[in-house]
Each structure stands twice: as structure tokens, then as C-alpha cells.
């Protein structure tokens, strides 16, 4: 059954193992969820599941969502993600209704974690694309942080009058979505429905993420996988 859940990033500590190495650790809060909708290739052309999270109130939500939900049996809800499974037989493992929690990533020793970046506005090329900037010598202009010029790439010939798509300029930094891959899992709590990750992740604290065995391994990390 493939392990995923819904979180909210609490804030970063730290952990020290028995060799006295200093590790930075992000604590999730993680689940509980509810399974809200269950697709099979024969009902939606793909297998998937469907999780819930988050309490809200039914005057903040819709009509469509709070009827989706009552079909699992549930209250509204504020967040609602699908992950992919492999086949229809992944799929049927769940049932509407069921209640996934951070127990589910038990026996799993990396995680891919998606969440929004932090939002950080209007930046200019230097910090959202680490230029160098132009000279400070004598004669040059008082632009020193200016991108210079944008050459060829000003046009977009055959696509209309803007500029190529790509082009690296000032504009919104952050607030972007963000996939960490292969992240160690240091620790679970059930109890208490904590994560503990090495490391940082997307997101300010209170941020929603989203938790996914990795789907990705380097070899090393096959490894110990294999052998948890």
C-alpha cells in the first residue's frame, strides 16, 4: 500500500546523535486524513486516492466539497490531495472513509516532501538569480545591479511581442511550488501524530505540505531502504 499524508509544518530543532553530531530536524504535524474518493481506471481512467485534512468550518467551505465529503462519511474539509498508485489492485487497498495517519509511514526511512516556498515579492536579478551585477568601475553607469542587456531575447518572433519564456529577469521570488526529494525520516510519533525530517522543507511554519514515500532513490539510499 503506498504510504502518503497531508501535513503542517510546526517549525525546525535540532537533535544530537549518540556521536554528539548536531542535526537540524523540521517537526510535522502529520494527519490524521481521510481517504474522500478512491479512482480506479474504469471510473476516472487512472488509479489514485484522495486524502482529506483540516478541520473548517461548513459556512467556509462549498456545497460541492461538503457533500463530497459526507460520501466519505466525514466533516469538511480543509485540504484534499491525491497521490498516483500503480494499478487499480493499490487503489482498492484503501476504502471511503478510512482513516490514514503518520502510522502508515512506519518502515519508511525517506520521503518526498511538496509545499509552496516562502513568498519573499518583487526581487531584482541578483538575489532571485544570483547574477554578479555589472562593474562598479569609473564610467559605469549608477545600474550596478541591473540584469544589462537582454539581447535577442527582448522578442519573441512567431509567438507574439513578449519576452522568451525562460528568460532570466526581475520578478516574483518564492511562493513557487517545491518538491524535496529522498529526505530522511529521523523519527515517528504516533501519539502525537509528529514527523521528525532531517533537514529543512518548503514553507513557513503553520505551512500545509505534503508527504510521499520517495519515489526516488540514489543507490546508497536504495540500500538502506531495502534493508529496513
Not at 87 to 100: H, K, P, S, W, Y
Amino acid at each position: 500500500m503506498p504510504a502518503a499524508i497531508i501535513g503542517r509544518k510546526l517549525g525546525i530543532t535540532r537533535s544530537f546523535t549518540a556521536e554528539g553530531r548536531n542535526i537540524p530536524v523540521t517537526v510535522i504535524e502529520a494527519g490524521p486524513c481521510v481517504v474522500t474518493q478512491v479512482k480506479t481506471t474504469a471510473s476516472d481512467g487512472y488509479a489514485a486516492v484522495q486524502l482529506a485534512w483540516g478541520e473548517v468550518a461548513p459556512r467556509r467551505s462549498t456545497r460541492p466539497v461538503i457533500a463530497h465529503d459526507v460520501k466519505a462519511g466525514t466533516s469538511p474539509k480543509r485540504i484534499h490531495r491525491e497521490f498516483r498508485c500503480g494499478d487499480d489492485a493499490e487503489a482498492n487497498g484503501f476504502e471511503l472513509g478510512q482513516v490514514v495517519t503518520v502510522g502508515s509511514l512506519e518502515g519508511t526511512k525517506f520521503v518526498d516532501v511538496i509545499g509552496t516556498s516562502k513568498g519573499k515579492g518583487f526581487a531584482g536579478v541578483m538575489k532571485r538569480h544570483n547574477f554578479a551585477g555589472l562593474e562598479a568601475s569609473h564610467g559605469v553607469e549608477r545600474k550596478h545591479r541591473s540584469a544589462g542587456s537582454i539581447a535577442s531575447h527582448g522578442t519573441d518572433r512567431g509567438h507574439g511581442a513578449k519576452i522568451k519564456k525562460g528568460k532570466r529577469m526581475a520578478g516574483q521570488l518564492g511562493n513557487a511550488r517545491v518538491t524535496l526529494r529522498s529526505i530522511d525520516v529521523l523519527g515517528i510519533d504516533p501519539e502525537r501524530n509528529l514527523l521528525l525530517l532531517k533537514g529543512p522543507v518548503p514553507g513557513p511554519n503553520g505551512a500545509t505540505v505534503f508527504i510521499r514515500a520517495a519515489g526516488r532513490l540514489y543507490k546508497r539510499k536504495a540500500r538502506i531502504q531495502a534493508g529496513a
